[in-house]
């Protein structure tokens, strides 16, 4: 049996669902293809967080799914970077551009859970779940999905098909649009833990000789860690007790940062960046990990996702004024031009800071220690710093972010 709809996203992640909450209220047919069913999930004060830039929160307010997630969540008020054993310290705080925040954390649970619940209330929307695609097969006016459902197969036609299946992406690679991927050498280990002494609302980066480790700010007493680690050294870190690993964090951290007394189950994953050679095909497009898969250094990842679902929903509300196919080659070439700057900019970026703070030699951690000051007494650069942490295009301003009502669209 055959079924059509107007937009297919084959993915059940943030990203895709983000992107369905989107496209609610449009004149649109839209199903999402989900592999997994969806699940719930217990509060745990160990759980795994997300930094959310102030761009990432307005576009979650603007689709609705905030409320939802905004109890559970702590405002970031300033970010300090620093590297070990250098000297220099780049201080950004959303009281000098007359913000109140630079961002937020959350509980990764707390902003899926929310945006299900989002997803839930769309009108014209018909989840499929669990379900796996299987082929994909192009034509003029519309693109033919095979997908398995309970033993079961089926297919569902569709005027445009979006590929937010992660960074294993099945959508891409039966699009036959390549990837290329950069091992870096090195695992994240994320993890909570309770504090002493940290100053609220305060995140922090900090350079190791083996990656950053980021320290997120939380409610009552606790914080979240992103400690990256060389891969070689995975078995050994993970094989630490509570005490030898709090230890090992608080050295590298420096103590004022404040004193960590308790840590959480660690989870690790391994780091490389992977990044699509097209974001879109005939009658198809990629957003979200399916698209670029970042290191998590500066946070990027997701937030980078989240401004290809707006920039593609806003190009398929525009198509739909204009009286044009959701699917046309028009839209498809919009939405590349319209992510090209950002998506390149943000990858440059982060895979530069990985490289970058990679080095060990003294001649470059003197040259790094210098770039630093010098940032920190920069304010043109550090305000372009303050708004790419943000997530907005350099040349913002601080009384329009102030001004402007939550728009869903691109950014950069």
């Not at 196919?325 to 440059?348: H, W």
């Not at 210098?370 to 550090?382: F, G, N, S, V």
Request: aromatic fraction near 4%; charge should be positive; glycine fraction near 10%.
């Amino acid at each position: 049996m055959e079924s059509r709809c107007d937009v297919l996203i084959v993915g059940g992640g943030l990203v895709g669902s983000s992107l369905a909450c989107a496209l609610d209220g449009l004149a649109l047919d839209v199903v999402q293809l989900e592999a997994e069913p969806p699940r719930g999930g217990e509060a745990r004060w160990d759980e795994r967080h997300f930094a959310l830039a102030r761009r990432t929160v307005e576009a979650l307010s603007a689709i609705g799914a905030w409320p939802a997630i905004a109890p559970e969540a702590q405002a970031i008020r300033r970010v300090e970077v620093s590297s070990r054993g250098d000297f220099g310290v780049v201080r950004i705080a959303a009281a000098d551009y007359g913000l109140e925040s630079l961002g937020s954390t959350a509980p990764a649970r707390a902003v899926a859970q929310g945006l299900a619940r989002r997803v839930e209330a769309c009108q014209r929307l018909q989840r499929v779940a669990p379900a796996r695609v299987v082929a994909l097969d192009a034509g003029a006016d519309a693109i033919e999905v095979e997908y398995e459902r309970e033993g079961r197969r089926a297919r569902i036609r569709a005027r445009l098909l979006v590929g937010a299946d992660g960074t294993a992406s099945f959508v891409r690679g039966a699009l036959g649009i390549g990837a290329s991927t950069h091992d870096y050498g090195q695992t994240a280990i994320a993890a909570a833990a309770e504090i002493d002494g940290a100053a609220a609302g305060v995140a922090r980066e900090r350079f190791t000789p083996d990656g950053p480790l980021a320290l997120l700010p939380l409610s009552r007493g606790r914080a979240g860690l992103v400690w990256t680690v060389a891969s070689s050294a995975v078995e050994r870190v993970l094989a630490l007790d509570d005490v030898a690993c709090l230890a090992e964090i608080q050295a590298l951290l420096g103590h004022g940062a404040g004193h960590l007394r308790r840590i959480g189950r660690r989870q690790p994953w391994p780091l490389a960046l992977t990044r699509a050679d097209a974001l879109t095909a005939p009658r198809a497009v990629l957003v979200g990990n399916a698209a670029q898969t970042l290191h998590p250094i500066g946070a990027q990842g997701f937030n980078l996702g989240l401004r290809d679902a707006m920039a593609l929903a806003r190009e398929i509300a525009a198509a739909l004024r204009d009286g044009t196919d959701p699917g046309a080659p028009a839209l498809l070439a919009a939405y590349a031009a319209a992510r090209a700057s950002d998506r390149a900019r943000t990858i440059e970026w982060t895979d530069g800071l990985v490289r970058g703070f990679a080095h060990r030699g003294a001649p470059l951690r003197f040259a790094r220690g210098l770039a630093m000051a010098a940032l920190e007494r920069w304010p043109d650069a550090k305000r372009e710093l303050a708004w790419r942490l943000m997530g907005y295009p350099a040349d913002a301003s601080a009384r329009s972010l102030r001004d402007a009502r939550p728009v869903i669209g691109p950014v950069g």
